[in-house]
């Protein structure tokens, strides 16, 4: 592939999108369809960081919902209980997310295979029982509400401002992802995903680009967090949940494992399938827990990737 | 002044010495082989020197430095690069990324200049192309260039191997077995790209089995058996020892050696 | 001294359970090296069918035969359609299968049963007996009774069956097992089917003392899998051990230190096992040759 193809290729997929994102609108019934809409771009910037660890990376996490949970309660506890402005908590939230990331990386990251998603699944299921259990802060089981974002003396509220920010967060988010992939530091990540070895005898330090990745895809995860409570007015420790980390693996397998695009395409459907489900609203774990099993057993690249190389007629 | 040196090595496996006391001194500029049968400890022995494992004894000095059990990302920034006998090729990725990453500790990006796609990434992404197509071309794979990594066949693939560990700009090379499973041609070939390489004043440190590449190529060889050294010298020298023929080289390997082409 | 016994007692009942469910993940990992996450789903659907066949007039004990009967078909149909055809995947993707199917077998109970607790009269009548002060419910003698007798029957099957040494032959080398004969996917299957039997006998015994409902499954998994992990996976008297010592160290913390955070114990015991010493306390450290 020449420099332009591929620079080609890189916008002109989120060129798509961003088309997307700013004709959609028009074709809202109301605003319900808009807070739809504007859910599945904010779920959509976490998975982005989660692909970056496990697409690229090749690492797995089965407690990324942890850092969610971190993003949300910095924005829950820091403008209700210590007086700060919800923005800059997030800004507050994404720095604390990098730092826990950095500081329980370092050990679990030495870990591999089934006893890294363990261990991930452990921190994860941590943050949701201190998140539950320290009421005075959090408000316990039940949580907690969430003031508004402000900015300046704009009251953020309407369902079409938070599409705005969704949808532009996200594209930033993919740019910047995308960008990476397209660096010395995107290549030897996926060198790291095919053999850390070969990788670590051609001068990449693995664990210092397992680290920073991971702390990147948290601070991915935790601004997704910091929006979905604001959105929402309301944050609970389900939030940091085994069940809302499994939800976001489910979106990366889902999208394709390395595909930003499959990241918003794994979103959606695991956003918009149980809204529209709401008849079969009981049947959504099962459908969950099929989607999961269906897609490992038999598509485990995903949509995106047996997509694109039936688009593009090539073998992959 | 040695380039490469290994001082009383030695390292065990659950009791299982394997390898003990191994000296090896290496100058610049030489082919130097390793050879002995299969279980002698050259691939252990390779391991250690490029920082896989920690010796329990002993030390490895590179270029005057002492880098025992300095992990293996440092030695290869100081300039020592290897090559795996089961191929740790990248296999998700194209031949051309493959050998782009080998010119990782050449590039220079932070992190933000990354995320942000600023001109000096892509500088240096162009300057890794570059770099990582010549290393190609010295391998005869350019034309494979997009193709992904996965789809070459296997002589090809330890040829890439080889140019991911050329495009490291290393000054010792350590290729471990690169002649394995290949054909006579590819061998030839082999044996072309590692004079290539020495020419240019890369120090080459060969493990092998092939014993016509071996005798050809060598300027050094260095016996190995059950984790100790058995002899090294010139390749008249062990050709002719009696105990490396009777012991190592058999009655095939010994007329294997005496048709090798100096 | 009487507090002391009474933490030691449930300690020991709830340690008997994660036992249970720590032999069914030994059982499954030794002969497919696949850690099951629906393993707690067992439990539940062990307990939950009890109540709910039971409730539809069958007499107890046969309630409890069906439900055992029920959970090993469940743990069949697992293995033959969820984990065969996954074929020679990776650890990661065999874990997210197990758990997707756990997630799918909770939905299941979600909409089968229903979301309410449910408990089971107790076997020994109701009334705590008191052992030295300790107020001991009869039923967690049921409890470490019903899981002695598991670890004797496994025991014995591993040890004095040809079947067992076809077992323990495919945990330790399934290629090798797989030349002499042995039909290694009926194994495996076996041992799906075991560790469902295994599990829906931990349900029924422990419902009557700790309730039952559709989403018992995930927490006890994770536990019965730290107590594996903490023994050391792969050996099933390490499971039995590790589970012992995680419910002491639940009970003990619960009582003299906060109960808040009795859950969070184990994940504590996961993280710090595998980062100290991830080959559990009897395990086998496990050398990696490049």
């Not at chain 1, 594209?171 to 290549?187: E, H, I, Q």
Request: glycine share 10%.
């Amino acid at each position: 592939m020449t420099v332009s193809a591929l620079t080609a290729h890189r916008l002109v997929g989120l060129a798509v999108i961003a088309a997307i994102v700013i004709l959609l609108p028009a074709f809202f019934p109301s605003t319900y369809y808009t807070r739809v809409a504007t859910l599945v771009f904010i779920f959509a910037l976490a998975v982005v960081g989660l692909n970056l660890l496990m697409g690229f990376a090749g690492q797995v996490s089965l407690g990324h919902a942890g850092f969610v949970g971190i993003g949300g309660y910095s924005v829950a506890i820091g403008a209700t209980h210590l007086g700060i402005p919800a923005w800059l908590c997030i800004f507050v939230g994404a720095a604390l997310s990098g730092l826990i990331a950095f500081l329980v990386g370092r050990p679990i990251l030495r870990l591999r295979g089934h006893y890294l998603a363990v261990a991930t699944l452990g921190f994860g299921v941590l943050v949701a029982i201190v998140l539950t259990n320290e009421a005075a802060w959090t408000g316990g089981p039940d949580g907690m509400t969430v003031p508004r974002l402000t900015l300046l003396t704009w009251q953020v509220r309407s369902a079409n401002a938070w599409y705005w920010i969704a949808t532009s967060s996200f594209l930033v988010g993919a740019l910047l992802a995308l960008n990476l992939n397209d660096s010395p530091t995107g290549r030897a990540l996926r060198a790291i995903h095919d053999s850390e070895v070969a990788a670590a005898v051609l001068g990449i330090d693995v664990s210092h680009q397992k680290l920073a990745i991971f702390a990147v895809s948290a601070i991915y995860a935790s601004v997704s967090g910091s929006y979905l409570a604001l959105f929402n007015g309301h944050i609970t420790p389900d939030v940091s949940g085994f069940l809302s980390s499994i939800e976001l693996v489910a979106m990366v397998v889902l999208g394709g494992m390395g595909s930003v695009t499959g990241s918003l395409i794994g979103a959606a459907v695991l956003v918009v399938l149980p809204q529209t489900l709401t008849a079969l609203h009981e049947y959504e774990h099962m459908v969950l827990g099929l989607i999961l099993m269906g897609f490992m057993i038999f598509l485990r690249r995903g949509i995106m990737p047996g997509l694109a190389t039936a688009i593009a007629g090539r073998r992959l | 002044m040695t380039i490469l040196e290994a001082e009383r090595l030695s390292i065990a496996f659950g009791g299982v010495q394997a390898i003990d006391e191994v000296s090896l001194t290496i100058d610049p500029g030489i082919v130097f082989s390793i050879i002995g049968p299969n279980g002698a400890g050259k691939t252990t022995l390779f391991n250690l020197i490029s920082g896989l494992y920690t010796p329990q004894d002993g030390r490895v000095r590179f270029d005057g430095a002492d880098v025992t059990g300095l992990a293996p990302y440092r030695l290869a920034r100081r300039g020592l690069s290897r090559t795996f006998q089961n191929l740790q090729i990248f296999f998700r990725m194209t031949v051309l990324e493959n050998a782009m990453v080998g010119r990782h500790r050449h590039e220079g990006a932070g992190l933000w200049a990354e995320l942000l796609h600023l001109p000096s990434v892509r500088r240096c992404n162009s300057e890794t192309r570059e770099a990582a197509r010549a290393a190609l071309a010295r391998v005869g794979l350019l034309v494979n260039a997009d193709q992904p990594a996965g789809t070459l066949p296997y002589g090809a693939l330890r040829r890439l191997e080889i140019a991911r560990a050329l495009a490291t700009e290393p000054r010792v090379l350590l290729l471990d077995e690169p002649a394995a499973g290949c054909n006579p041609v590819e061998t030839q070939a082999l044996d072309r790209v590692i004079r290539s390489i020495v020419n240019e004043g890369v120090t080459v440190v060969l493990v092998e089995h092939d014993m016509r590449l071996v005798m050809n190529i060598s300027d050094r060889i260095h016996v190995l058996a059950n984790g100790r050294t058995l002899t090294e010298g010139t390749v008249a020298e062990v050709r002719t020892n009696p105990a490396v023929v009777e012991a190592y080289l058999g009655a095939h390997g010994t007329s294997e050696a005496a048709h090798a082409v100096r | 001294m009487a507090e002391f016994l009474q933490f030691f007692f449930s300690g020991l009942t709830v340690g008997a359970v994660y036992a249970l469910v720590a032999l069914g993940f030994t059982l499954i990992y030794n002969a497919s090296d696949v850690i099951n996450f629906a393993q707690g789903e067992f439990v539940m659907l062990g307990g939950m069918s009890t109540v709910f066949l039971a409730a539809a007039g069958m007499p107890l004990p046969l309630a409890a035969g069906a439900a055992v009967v029920v959970t090993i078909a469940v743990g069949l149909a697992l293995h033959r359609l969820a984990i065969e055809p996954a074929g020679d995947a990776s650890p990661v993707t065999l874990i997210m299968i197990t758990i997707g199917a756990s997630i799918f077998l909770r939905g299941a109970a979600e909409v089968v049963f229903d979301k309410r607790f449910h408990s089971l009269p107790p076997m020994l009548g109701a009334p705590p007996l008191q052992i030295g002060g300790a107020a001991v419910l009869p039923q967690s003698l049921v409890v470490l009774a019903g899981a002695g007798i598991v670890v004797v029957l496994l025991w014995l099957m591993i040890d004095r069956t040809l079947l067992g040494k076809a077992v323990v032959a495919t945990a330790v080398n399934r290629l090798a097992a797989r030349l002499v004969g042995i039909d290694t996917r009926r194994i495996v299957g076996l041992s799906f089917a075991i560790s469902a039997a295994i599990g829906a006998v931990a349900g029924i015994l422990v419902t009557p003392i700790t309730l039952t409902s559709y989403d018992v499954g995930t927490l006890l998994a994770l536990k019965g899998f730290a107590a594996a992990m903490l023994g050391g996976i792969g050996s099933a008297l390490g499971a039995v051990v590790g589970a012992l010592v995680l419910g002491m160290l639940e009970a003990f913390s619960a009582g003299y230190l906060s109960s808040k955070y009795k859950d969070a114990i184990a994940f504590l015991v996961i993280l710090a096992v595998l980062l100290t010493m991830p080959q559990g306390l009897l395990g086998k450290g496990k050398v990696e040759r490049v």
